[in-house]
């Protein structure tokens, strides 16, 4: 799946196009490398997010292609 699109569906960044842009300004890292909005994301892998001086971190553990929002903590875990 599309990184965009898991951060959209996992409800970590509420937009796909606010997604695009984080990843065009090179503020997600997938497993320590730049991301682009259309880097493929899998089971497992670190996801880094910069939000101005913060940083977050999510480990991948479950992808779906439809998700209820009660169940979207199940698709990550904040390291």
Do not use: P
């Not at 909005?37 to 899998?42: A, F, L, P």
């Not at 996801?47 to 779906?64: D, M, P, R, S």
């Amino acid at each position: 799946m599309r990184i965009d699109k898991y951060l959209k569906l996992a409800r970590i960044i509420k937009r796909r196009t606010i997604a695009q842009e984080a990843c065009d300004h090179q503020r997600v890292l997938v497993n320590d490398k730049v991301a682009k909005s259309s880097t493929v994301v899998k089971i497992g892998d670190i996801i880094e997010i910069k939000f101005g001086t913060q940083t977050a971190k999510y480990e991948v553990l479950e992808i779906k292609e439809h998700v209820k929002k009660e169940e979207t903590n199940n698709l990550y875990r904040i390291l």
